[in-house]
C-alpha cells in the first residue's frame, strides 16, 4: 500500500487535510470495512494528489490558460472512483461494496469517462468553469462550509462571498444549458430544450404536464433540469450525483453531517477554519508536523460525525440508489399518472418494515386505527361530503436505511383534480423529518404535513404527486399511518 504524499507547505497541508477528510469519507461507503476504506482512501489520495498537482504545475506553465479540470476535493473524490474501478479489474472487487461493483460494471458509470458529449451535465458544467468559481460552488453547496469559512479558504472577501456565490451559481446554470444544448438528443429531447430552460429560470414557473411527463421518463433531460434549477434545494445533489457519480446523495448527507457536528463542537459555532490567526498558525503547526496524525484525527472524525458504512445487501444500502436518482429527483415535479419507481426501491406496506432487536423497546398500541384524520380540507380543493370518502391512494417507499436515519419517498393518486394540496400523516416511532425535496414539511410531534411546492401544485384527476424526504429514527423506524390528501383518507395502493 503506497504511503501517504507529503505536503510541501502549511498551505498545502491544509489542503491535504481538507482533501483526506472526503475521501475517507467516500471511500468508507465504497467498501465493507474500515480497514479496507483507509486502504482506498490512501490509495486514492496519492492518485489524486498526484493529478492535482500535474495540474496545477500545467496550469502555472500555461500563464493562467484556461484548462478543463475539477477543483481539488471533486478531483480527489473522482480518484477514490477511478481506484475502485482498478480494483473492480484487477481482481480485487470482493473487496468494494457489492452494489458498487454492479455500478462499475453498468452503463452508468462508463458514462463518467466515456465521450465527453455524454458526460453528466453537472460534471460537464463544473469543468468548464474556472477552478476558483468551481471550488467555491462546491465548498459552500457539497461541503456544506459556512461562507465565511469558505471565503478564508479561498482568499475572497467575506462581505461579498454570498454575492459572488449567487454569480457562481447563474454562470453554473449558462453552462449547463450549453452542455445540455450540446449534448446528442433525439428529436423529443430538442423540442423540449428551450421550454425546458424557460421553466427552470423562475421559481414560480409551473412546468406544463408534457414537460413533466417527458421529465419522468427521460434521465438525461431530469438531470438537466436539476442543474438549472437554482431554487428549490436541488443544486447540491446535481453536483454530487453528477460529479461523483455512485453513492452522491450518501456522502452529501455525510458532510452535511459532518459540517453540522464540527460547528456544534466549537465554542460560538465558531468555523474550523481558523477566524482566530492565533487558532491558525498553531493548527498549521500541528499539520506540518505529519499528515499522518492529521489523518488518523480526521479518520475518527469523519467516520464518527457520518453515517455508519452502509453493510449488507444491495437493497440495504443508500448508495445503490443514487445512481437511479442522482440528482433528477429534487427539483423535477411529476404529474404524471404511473411515475417511475426505483426498480429495487422497497415498498413499504406493513408497520413492522425495520425488524426490532433483542432487548428492543415494547411497542404501545397504535393511537389510531388506519384511515382516521383530524386535518381539516384546504381551500380550493373539493369538498364533497356526498363523495365517497377514499379519493386517493398512497405508497410510500423505504428507499434507504442507516442506522439513524433513512430516505422515503411518498407517491399520491388522486381520482380529483387538484389545483393545491398537502399530504399529512403521523409517525409511529418518533421519527423526524429533515432534508425534504418536491414539497416543504411541517412536523408537530408525530403528525407530519407535506405542502405542494411552486411548480407542482396543480395535479390532473388520476394523476399522481410526489415527493421525498431524509429523516432520523431511533430503535425502530415503522412505515407511517393514517395518510391523508388534503383532509380526506387515503388507502394504502
Given at each position: 500500500m503506497p504511503d501517504l504524499p507529503t505536503p510541501k507547505d502549511a498551505t498545502e497541508s491544509a489542503l491535504f487535510s481538507e482533501g483526506w477528510d472526503a475521501v475517507l469519507s467516500y471511500a468508507d461507503l465504497c467498501t465493507s470495512g474500515s480497514l479496507t476504506a483507509h486502504q482506498l482512501a490512501t490509495e486514492a489520495f496519492t492518485l489524486g494528489m498526484r493529478e492535482v498537482r500535474a495540474a496545477a504545475s500545467t496550469h502555472v506553465r500555461g500563464a493562467g490558460?484556461?484548462?478543463?479540470?475539477?477543483?481539488?476535493?471533486?478531483?480527489?473524490?473522482?480518484?477514490?472512483?477511478?481506484?475502485?474501478?482498478?480494483?473492480?479489474?484487477?481482481?480485487?472487487?470482493?473487496?468494494?461494496?457489492?452494489?458498487?461493483?454492479?455500478?462499475?460494471?453498468?452503463?452508468?458509470?462508463?458514462?463518467?469517462?466515456?465521450?465527453?458529449?455524454?458526460?453528466?451535465?453537472?460534471?460537464?458544467?463544473?469543468?468548464?468553469?474556472?477552478?476558483?468559481d468551481a471550488a467555491l460552488l462546491w465548498l459552500a453547496e457539497v461541503e456544506a462550509l459556512p461562507l465565511p469559512a469558505v471565503a478564508r479558504r479561498l482568499g475572497l472577501d467575506p462581505a461579498t462571498v454570498a454575492d459572488?456565490?449567487?454569480?457562481?451559481?447563474?454562470?453554473?446554470?449558462?453552462?449547463?444549458?450549453?452542455?445540455?444544448?450540446?449534448t446528442p438528443m433525439d428529436a423529443q429531447c430538442r423540442s423540449y430544450a428551450r421550454l425546458l430552460?424557460?421553466?427552470?429560470?423562475?421559481?414560480a414557473a409551473d412546468a406544463p404536464d408534457d414537460l413533466s411527463r417527458h421529465l419522468a421518463t427521460c434521465v438525461r433531460c431530469a438531470e438537466a433540469a436539476a442543474c438549472l434549477r437554482l431554487h428549490g434545494g436541488g443544486l447540491p445533489a446535481a453536483l454530487a450525483g453528477g460529479?461523483?457519480?455512485?453513492?452522491?446523495?450518501?456522502?452529501?448527507?455525510r458532510r452535511r453531517r459532518a459540517a453540522e457536528v464540527r460547528l456544534a463542537g466549537r465554542p460560538g459555532g465558531a468555523d474550523p477554519a481558523g477566524g482566530d490567526p492565533e487558532e491558525?498558525?498553531?493548527?498549521?503547526?500541528?499539520?506540518?508536523?505529519?499528515?499522518?496524525?492529521?489523518?488518523?484525527?480526521?479518520?475518527?472524525?469523519?467516520?464518527?460525525?457520518?453515517?455508519?458504512?452502509?453493510g449488507g445487501s444491495g437493497g440495504d444500502t443508500a448508495a445503490a440508489r443514487d445512481d437511479r436518482q442522482p440528482v433528477a429527483d429534487p427539483s423535477v415535479s411529476r404529474t404524471d399518472p404511473t411515475p417511475p419507481a426505483s426498480p429495487t426501491a422497497p415498498s413499504v406496506s406493513t408497520p413492522s418494515a425495520v425488524p426490532t432487536t433483542a432487548g428492543s423497546r415494547r411497542e404501545k398500541p397504535d393511537p389510531e386505527p388506519q384511515g382516521t384524520s383530524s386535518a381539516a380540507p384546504q381551500p380550493g380543493t373539493?369538498?364533497?361530503?356526498?363523495?365517497?370518502?377514499?379519493?386517493?391512494?398512497?405508497?410510500?417507499?423505504?428507499?434507504?436505511?442507516?442506522?439513524?436515519?433513512?430516505?422515503?419517498?411518498?407517491?399520491?393518486?388522486?381520482?380529483?383534480?387538484?389545483?393545491?394540496?398537502?399530504?399529512?400523516?403521523?409517525?409511529?416511532d418518533g421519527q423526524q423529518v429533515g432534508q425534504v425535496w418536491d414539497a416543504t414539511v411541517h412536523q408537530s410531534g408525530s403528525r407530519v404535513t407535506a405542502t405542494a411546492a411552486d411548480y407542482n401544485r396543480t395535479v390532473a384527476a388520476h394523476g399522481s404527486l410526489s415527493f421525498g424526504f431524509i429523516g432520523t429514527w431511533q430503535d425502530r423506524n415503522r412505515a407511517p399511518y393514517d395518510f391523508t390528501l388534503n383532509g380526506t383518507s387515503c388507502t394504502a395502493g
Open positions: 490558460r484556461r484548462t478543463a479540470r475539477l477543483p481539488t476535493i471533486p478531483a480527489l473524490l473522482t480518484a477514490v472512483r477511478d481506484t475502485a474501478a482498478a480494483w473492480e479489474a484487477g481482481g480485487q472487487g470482493h473487496k468494494l461494496d457489492p452494489d458498487l461493483r454492479l455500478w462499475l460494471n453498468s452503463g452508468s458509470a462508463a458514462r463518467f469517462t466515456g465521450p465527453p458529449l455524454e458526460r453528466p451535465i453537472a460534471l460537464r458544467g463544473l469543468r468548464d468553469m474556472q477552478e476558483a459572488e456565490l449567487d454569480q457562481v451559481r447563474s454562470l453554473f446554470r449558462d453552462r449547463c444549458h450549453r452542455a445540455h444544448l450540446d430552460d424557460a421553466v427552470t429560470r423562475s421559481p460529479v461523483i457519480g455512485w453513492g452522491g446523495l450518501a456522502y452529501l448527507e491558525g498558525t498553531g493548527r498549521s503547526r500541528v499539520l506540518r508536523g505529519g499528515l499522518l496524525a492529521a489523518a488518523v484525527l480526521l479518520s475518527a472524525l469523519a467516520l464518527g460525525v457520518s453515517m455508519m458504512p452502509f373539493d369538498d364533497d361530503t356526498s363523495a365517497p370518502a377514499t379519493t386517493c391512494r398512497v405508497a410510500y417507499d423505504l428507499v434507504n436505511q442507516w442506522p439513524d436515519g433513512f430516505q422515503a419517498t411518498v407517491t399520491v393518486t388522486t381520482d380529483r383534480p387538484l389545483a393545491g394540496w398537502n399530504v399529512s400523516w403521523a409517525f409511529r
